[in-house]
């Protein structure tokens, strides 16, 4: 699985909206990019995922360069119970999940 | 409904102890999971586990074994529990392997403190 590589952290204001750069330039053509978060204390939470196009859904939206090697999970309107790590993580749809690992993720914190 | 279930939720004991956590996961989905987060919060797989296939992490020492009693449970048995044991345990699952996109789904952790 090709590796990932995020910013430790990041602030945000509450309703504004948050991207969040994910790089992975090692990316092979049929390997998807995942995006989870853990809040605090919790278990990681599956937020979105994608191969080629951008993807929305009720939680966020990720956007992914045209040559793949970079994503962007964009929350649109951050509120305070965003704050949490962001993992990125890219894995193909064969290859099982015991050879794939959550990196450091990015601190996401949203401020008042 | 709770979707993956972890048993119990904070475990105190004594080193060289051995001890047990129990997962279960009413999604119907084939695969289980075994994750590590220590006190730096990476989160690492320990366990990948179907009715065909079991993934170690060639790391994790073999003190640790996962025991799947049927699809729906994985429980994580730790024998001569060490310090360095310490940490949070989350159990999480998915659909089949190979099936294509497999997002995960976690449970809410279980907090090991060896003393």
């Known amino acids: 699985d090709a590796k990932t590589t995020q910013p430790p952290s ?6 504004r909206a948050a991207n969040l750069p994910c790089n992975h330039s090692t990316i092979s053509g049929n390997e998807y990019v995942y995006w989870y978060r853990q809040i605090h204390s919790q278990g990681p939470q599956y937020i979105i995922h994608g191969l080629k196009n951008n993807e929305t859904n009720e939680m966020a939206s990720l956007i992914i360069t045209e040559d793949r090697k970079s994503s962007t999970l964009i929350l649109p309107h951050a509120t305070l119970r965003d704050t949490a790590v962001y993992y990125c993580i890219v894995r193909g749809p064969n290859t099982n999940a015991g050879k794939s690992t959550f990196g450091d993720g990015t601190t996401l914190t949203v401020k008042p | 409904d709770t979707a993956v279930s972890q048993t119990p939720k904070y475990l105190v004991t004594q080193m060289g102890n051995d001890k047990s956590i129990k997962c279960e996961q009413n999604l119907g989905h084939d695969t289980m999971y075994w994750y590590k987060q220590d006190s730096k919060k990476f989160l690492k797989i320990m366990f990948s586990y179907n009715n ?18 049927d699809k729906a449970h994985l429980n994580l048995h730790i ?5 360095g044991d310490s940490a949070v ?12 996109v497999n997002e995960q789904f976690f449970g809410p952790g279980t907090r090991l403190t060896v003393l």
């Open chain 2, 79 to 83: 024998n001569s529990l060490e310090l």
């Open chain 2, 52 to 69: 065909k296939e079991l993934i170690i992490n060639e790391t994790v020492p073999n003190r640790f074994s996962p025991k799947s009693p």
């Open chain 2, 89 to 100: 345990y989350f159990c999480a699952s998915s659909r089949e392997e190979g099936t294509g």
């Open chain 1, 10 to 15: 990041m602030d945000c204001a509450e309703g």
